[in-house]
């Protein structure tokens, strides 16, 4: 019988290795994109991939970013072939070909972004009513093109054919929902190899697949951000029942707490006067006059934090309320040896806010100042004005020799009943930050020198 078994020509061989290759290629590409949700390193690994040596596609890649506003595409991320030698490919199995993928450490990004040729097209900006005409047609067509135009590698109207020493490319647009994103230019400058149909065909595919993945990417940090969003308008929610469970308990016995306190007080100061000094029994009512007054401050404290602030807004010149303050402590300052420096205008420095507040914050201040410098030390405060968020503002700051603040404990010292005082309640700068929040301020803190500084600054009505 004559043999009737079909042959196989000697092309088809080929094309089938060639398709399984593709075939492995994208499946890895696929599985590469979906192992990461960073931004930064997704857009590495699109590039490593094109231009890595093991799939021998192209030498270089290239992606600028478009932007709409200005109609330009600013250069982001280049990365050419001999840098890629941190691309591994993880979870491989030599029996399967459709497994792993690719993966880049910190490390091996860092030497990306720090290569001559990175920076060079990170500082590569394309004016696309200007420049590239190409480049043009890709953001204005959104179609893959390739460029072997003798005539456009003449072209003077650029300089991104020199810049790069470009003799053909191809640039493909990263396309998310209908919306640009950027383009991605690859080339082969260092083996002159010409760019093929079948590389086209898989450049265009690797750019719709790293279109989709970078929608998912953003809209999961999207999501990220909604989440954290929710999670801390949870905590507010949380912190403010607290608050409002700590005012109504506060309310409800301030008159049971405060009459028993009057009287231990004055009783004690009553007997204390009929006892001699030194002796035993003045002391233990020195001790109890001296807690219930302490008692009396906790109270108040609490009171004024839990209670919805009125404010009273009307003209008040804070140069003068610094100075009454300042007259006010003058002398428990000097019993201390604690030398003040003040630096207060002659003038005026009128706001809009409520004075007796604004002089609550300045006592508290300049009583953590004292209470930190404990014996020997100086107070220097200073009033000025700067621009500040567009406005015009008054700038107190008190700064003091007391060794400053930790650092651990400087991202704490506003949150309510957070003290590192032995009997303090935490609710002294708490009350202080809120005041100067409800008058449109910002109170900023920071060490300097030795010691710390408090810095309020208030917008401004007039400085004369």
């Known amino acids: 019988?004559?043999?009737?078994?079909?042959?196989?020509?000697?092309?088809?061989?080929?094309?089938?290795?060639?398709a399984q290759k593709d075939l492995q290629l994208f499946y890895l590409f696929s599985t590469t994109l979906l192992s990461t949700m960073q931004l930064n390193k997704l857009l590495h690994l699109i590039l490593s991939t094109l231009?890595?040596?093991?799939?021998?596609?192209?030498?270089?890649?290239?992606?600028?970013?478009?932007?709409?506003?200005?109609?330009?595409?600013?250069?982001?991320?280049?990365?050419?072939?001999?840098?890629?030698?941190?691309?591994?490919?993880?979870?491989?199995?030599?029996?399967?070909?459709?497994?792993?993928?690719?993966?880049?450490?910190?490390?091996?990004?860092?030497?990306?972004?720090?290569?001559?040729?990175?920076?060079?097209?990170?500082?590569t900006r394309i004016d696309l009513a200007e420049g590239c005409q190409i480049v043009s047609h890709v953001v204005?067509?959104?179609?893959?093109?390739?460029?072997?135009?003798?005539?456009?590698?003449?072209?003077?109207?650029?300089?991104?054919?020199?810049?790069?020493?470009?003799?053909?490319?191809?640039?493909?647009?990263?396309?998310?929902?209908?919306?640009?994103?950027?383009?991605?230019?690859?080339?082969?400058p260092f083996k002159h190899q010409p760019i093929t149909d079948q590389?086209?065909?898989?450049?265009?595919l690797f750019a719709n697949q790293a279109g989709m993945a970078i929608e998912n990417t953003r809209l999961y940090r999207d999501l990220e951000e909604a989440?954290?969003?929710?999670?801390?308008?949870?905590?507010?929610?949380?912190?403010?029942?607290?608050?409002?469970?700590?005012?109504?308990?506060?309310?409800?016995?301030?008159?049971?707490?405060?009459?028993?306190?009057?009287?231990?007080?004055?009783?004690?100061?009553?007997?204390?006067?009929?006892?001699?000094?030194?002796?035993?029994?003045?002391?233990?009512?020195?001790t109890i006059i001296s807690e219930s007054h302490r008692l009396e401050r906790l109270l108040g404290d609490i009171l004024t934090f839990s209670r919805k602030p009125t404010i009273c807004y009307q003209e008040c010149d804070l140069a003068e309320i610094i100075r009454t303050c300042l007259a006010?402590?003058?002398?428990?300052?000097?019993?201390?040896?604690?030398?003040?420096?003040?630096?207060?205008?002659?003038?005026?420095?009128?706001?809009?806010?409520d004075s007796s507040q604004l002089k609550q914050v300045c006592?508290?201040?300049?009583?953590?100042?004292?209470?930190?410098?404990?014996?020997?030390?100086?107070?220097?405060?200073?009033l000025t004005t700067k621009e500040e968020r567009g406005k015009i503002c008054a700038v107190?700051?008190?700064?003091?020799?007391?060794?400053?603040?930790?650092?651990?404990?400087?991202?704490?010292?506003?949150t309510p009943f957070f003290t590192t005082k032995r009997h303090g309640t935490g609710l002294g700068l708490a009350i202080v930050n809120r005041i100067i929040q409800n008058h449109d301020g910002i109170l900023r803190v920071h060490n300097v020198g030795d010691g710390a500084e408090f810095q309020v600054v208030l917008p401004l009505a007039v400085c004369g």
Not at 331 to 340: C, G, K, P, V
Not at 363 to 382: C, F, H, K, M, P
């Open 1 to 18: 019988m004559p043999d009737t078994t079909t042959k196989k020509s000697p092309a088809t061989v080929p094309e089938s290795l060639q």
């Open 227 to 286: 989440h954290a969003e929710l999670r801390d308008a949870r905590q507010r929610l949380i912190h403010g029942a607290h608050l409002a469970a700590i005012g109504e308990m506060a309310a409800s016995i301030s008159h049971e707490l405060k009459t028993p306190l009057i009287t231990i007080g004055g009783f004690a100061a009553r007997l204390g006067r009929m006892l001699p000094e030194n002796t035993s029994q003045r002391h233990c009512l020195d």
């Open 396 to 414: 107190a700051s008190f700064a003091d020799s007391g060794g400053g603040i930790p650092e651990d404990v400087l991202s704490k010292i506003f």
């Open 140 to 188: 204005d067509e959104r179609r893959l093109y390739r460029i072997e135009d003798v005539e456009c590698l003449k072209c003077q109207e650029c300089d991104f054919i020199s810049r790069f020493g470009v003799s053909s490319f191809a640039a493909v647009p990263l396309v998310t929902r209908n919306n640009l994103v950027g383009i991605i230019i690859v080339d082969n």
């Open 51 to 123: 231009v890595c040596e093991e799939n021998s596609l192209f030498c270089r890649a290239m992606l600028f970013l478009y932007n709409q506003k200005t109609n330009t595409l600013q250069g982001m991320l280049g990365i050419c072939r001999k840098s890629t030698d941190g691309l591994q490919l993880v979870g491989a199995d030599p029996a399967n070909p459709l497994s792993g993928y690719w993966d880049l450490d910190e490390d091996a990004m860092a030497s990306q972004r720090q290569s001559d040729f990175c920076t060079k097209v990170r500082e």
């Open 363 to 382: 006592i508290n201040l300049i009583v953590n100042a004292q209470e930190a410098i404990t014996q020997d030390g100086t107070l220097r405060v200073v």
């Open 328 to 353: 006010d402590y003058a002398h428990a300052l000097e019993e201390r040896n604690i030398m003040l420096k003040a630096v207060i205008p002659s003038g005026t420095c009128v706001i809009q806010g």
């Open 199 to 204: 590389q086209l065909q898989v450049l265009q």
